[in-house]
Every structure is written in C-alpha cells, then in structure tokens.
C-alpha cells in the first residue's frame, strides 16, 4: 500500500515537471514592420503631369515567408523562428516604394497598378521592383539586391537596372536590422528616383 502511494506521488510529480517544460518551450513571437519614414515634402504634381505605375513588387521564394531571414554563412540562411514580419514583405515594399516616390518625383504623379486600372492611364510609366535578396547577415549587414525596370510609354522602350545596397545595423538585434532594412529600401527608392528624373518624360 505504502508502495503504491510513494509510485502515485512520483508519478504526480512526473507530470508537474512535464507541464512546466512544456510552458517554458513555448516560443514568444515578435512581430515586426517596415519603417515608413515621414515625408519631408507632398506631391505637387498637376493634374496633367507623367504618371508612374508601381507594379506589385516581386520577391525572390525564399522570401515568401513570415520569418525574418538571417544568413549565418555564405551558404547557409536562416528562418527565424521567433522574429515574424506582421504583413506580407512584398506587400510592405510595395507600400513604402509608393509612399517614398510620391514625395520624391513631385513632376510625376505616382499610383499603384490597382489604381491605374479604374483611373484608365495608358500613357503612364510603368515600374517593376524584383527582390533578389533581403535580409540579415550574423555580421550585422543587411543586404538588399534586385533589379528594378520600367517601360516607357512615348518609345515602348524598357529600361533595366541591377541594384545591390549593403548597410551595416548601427546595433546588434532583431529590431536594429528592420530599421537598417527600411533605410536600405529608402536608399533603392532615391536611386529608382534619380533614374527616373533623367529620363525624358
């Protein structure tokens, strides 16, 4: 009888210490956006201004993830875990793009393609963003890389450019490397913005 108390006793407290491994193994996720920064200056363009479609941008399949993504060689990448983007990445690059090149072409008036199609713009130049790369690196780099084109509605002609942008994280952490990928995104936007400023219009 004693025996069968002490094996009961054991048994509970078996089960107690399962339960409070199984607690602690629960993973805490984060969730992070892209920053979006202020404009410093609104479109002006008039109403008869060049219009700029931004295509939805088109991301590289390993980046059609959730998880954030860290190279740990250079071979190897990482899906995080624990570190999780809130919105779909090619969506928060589609947004920020539009947003950054309003304010920076204020001769043009730029759209996205949804809008294009109800306001019926044939005349319009067309952009599109291909992400190659985009992520972390455990050196504390982030690296984005793509090609960005457009076509050009007075001549048919399409117009390609490689890109490849390095940023070092100013800090170590998952939060420093999404602000350090925003900024690499600005820098892309002011790079598609002067080509398209020396193009005729």
């Not at 980046?63 to 250079?74: E, V, Y």
């Not at 019926?120 to 090609?147: D, Y």
Request: net charge negative; proline share 4%; with cysteine.
């Amino acid at each position: 009888m004693k025996n069968a108390v002490v094996l009961k006793q054991l048994m509970f407290n078996a089960l107690i210490v399962l339960g409070l491994s199984a607690c602690s193994s629960v993973v805490e996720l984060k969730y992070y956006q892209l920053p979006v920064p202020a404009s410093s200056s609104e479109n002006t363009a008039s109403k008869d201004a060049a219009v700029l479609i931004v295509e939805p941008v088109m991301v590289a399949n390993y980046l059609n993830t959730n998880a954030l993504i860290l190279q740990t060689s250079q071979v190897e990448l990482h899906r995080t875990q624990q570190h999780q983007w809130l919105e779909a990445l090619d969506q928060q690059l589609n947004r920020i793009l539009v947003s950054e090149l309003q304010a920076k072409l204020g001769n043009m008036s730029v759209t996205t393609a949804e809008f294009a199609v109800k306001s019926a713009t044939p005349s319009a130049k067309r952009l599109l963003v291909q992400i190659a790369e985009f992520h972390g690196t455990e050196q504390g780099m982030v690296i984005l890389s793509g090609r960005y084109s457009w076509l050009g509605a007075s001549d048919g002609g399409v117009e390609l450019r490689q890109f490849r942008i390095e940023l070092p994280q100013p800090e170590a952490g998952y939060p420093s490397m999404v602000k350090t990928m925003g900024a690499a995104v600005s820098q892309l936007s002011e790079q598609i913005a002067e080509q398209l400023q020396s193009q005729p219009q």
